[in-house]
């Protein structure tokens, strides 16, 4: 009889831990697919496309461009990165990409520079294994349109650019510097070519930006000026200026909001040419190109500066956790006369290491209960095993 309820005994502790080892399995599942998947449809499905002012036209009102920007993605390449860390990052920048493709539909996306960590540096097959992987992450229908702008990580600083990286980038990314649709035009510019020492490529840079300033100018002229005799006309707006680093701001102190530079570094100066442009440069830009509206990246925080002539410079923040625990991006309409902006936070990096130590806690809690019962049973029919054998 002991040893029937023995046996008894022994089927209930399989049967227990089958129980568990299910139990941790839905736990573990569940966790893994919120953390990693549903969280980006419960955050991003809160962002919503700001509204702006359309004039009419006719019967039919103007045109809304639905357009994002994004900055500072730094894909991680063969020297510097972690395959943990590429895995990580990579995969948290390609589920929000995707989830907001599917939830917003945009339009168009641009990425403010740096696409790369390592492209100032890489080799020929590291480039196009950093290149494979970012068109794989960045994935998108023919109905959106994707253009990148040129940033310092991705063909390297001034002294370290060449005319060689310059076309390797512009080879899988297009060489655009002007770009029109819907009434909107958009100015791409190599703001790492913005040095100003006359060297070639920044001397090239600066003839094209002067030829896209007349260009512009002729969009502004009476119909049938002599200036602009048989020019195909842009349209009639001041263009959106797209770019890498921010135009010259002495530091980011007037900096606010929660994915700012932290406070410990809001008062540091900042550098010309390096961590921004310089007063001589950013003079240039406002003055030839005349834009209503600046977008940049480079600082990885959050900013917004209203320079002279009330134009407004927005620094998007980056993109990636590998920068900043709160990542963004921002949601632009946009007609040929106005612009509304907002932004889209991503899922915060430590809420969702917060939910994997909870799960870990909890799945530590589950065992501990388990094996806490599990003991006692078997202390139970060992004692009467050893009954029935004195008897």
């Not at 917003?104 to 097959?125: A, C, H, Y």
């Not at 650019?161 to 655009?176: G, L």
């Not at 606010?256 to 900042?270: L, M, Y």
Request: charged share 20%; glycine share 6%.
């Amino acid at each position: 009889m002991a040893f029937l309820r023995w046996g008894l005994g022994r089927q209930n502790v399989h049967r227990s831990s089958r129980v568990l080892l299910l139990k941790v399995t839905v736990v573990v599942i569940s966790v893994l697919l919120l953390c990693e998947y549903f969280i980006y449809y419960l955050v991003i499905f809160r962002c919503r496309w700001p509204e702006v002012k359309r004039l009419a036209h006719g019967n039919s009102q103007e045109p809304v461009l639905k357009a994002m920007f994004l900055a500072d993605t730094h894909l991680l390449g063969e020297i510097r990165g972690h395959w943990l860390d590429k895995l990580r990052r990579e995969w948290q920048m390609e589920r929000a990409f995707q989830t907001a493709l599917w939830l917003l539909q945009p339009e168009i996306v641009f990425i403010l520079g740096d696409i790369f960590d390592e492209g100032k540096w890489s080799t020929p097959q590291a480039w196009a294994d950093d290149v494979q992987r970012f068109q794989k992450m960045f994935r998108h229908g023919s109905h959106v349109q994707l253009k990148v702008v040129i940033g310092n990580h991705d063909i390297g600083f001034h002294y370290q650019m060449s005319k060689y990286r310059i076309k390797r980038f512009e080879d899988v990314f297009s060489s655009e510097r002007l770009f029109s649709w819907k009434g909107v035009n958009f100015v791409m510019v190599n703001s790492v070519a913005m040095e100003g020492d006359g060297c070639s490529i920044c001397s090239e840079a600066e003839a094209e930006l002067r030829e896209l300033s007349r260009k512009l100018n002729c969009s502004r002229e009476v119909q049938g000026s002599s200036l602009c005799e048989g020019e195909q006309r842009l349209p009639f707006s001041a263009p959106v200026l797209l770019q890498h680093y921010p135009l010259y701001r002495a530091s980011d102190a007037n900096c606010s909001g929660e994915d700012a530079a932290p406070p410990e570094e809001k008062n540091v100066p900042f550098k010309e040419k390096y961590d921004v442009l310089s007063q001589e440069a950013s003079q240039k830009l406002l003055w030839w190109l005349q834009p209503r509206l600046v977008l940049s990246g480079h600082t990885h925080s959050a900013c917004e500066v209203l320079h002279p002539g009330g134009v407004l410079e927005v620094s998007v923040p980056s993109f990636s956790w590998r920068n900043r625990n709160n990542p963004s991006f921002i949601m632009g309409s946009l007609t040929s006369r106005d612009y509304a902006l907002s932004k889209c936070y991503l899922p915060f990096e430590d809420r969702v290491l917060t939910t994997y130590g909870a799960a870990v806690s909890f799945l530590v809690l589950l065992v501990l209960a388990h094996f806490e019962r599990l003991p006692s049973s078997l202390l139970s029919a060992w004692k009467l095993c050893r009954v029935h054998t004195r008897s």
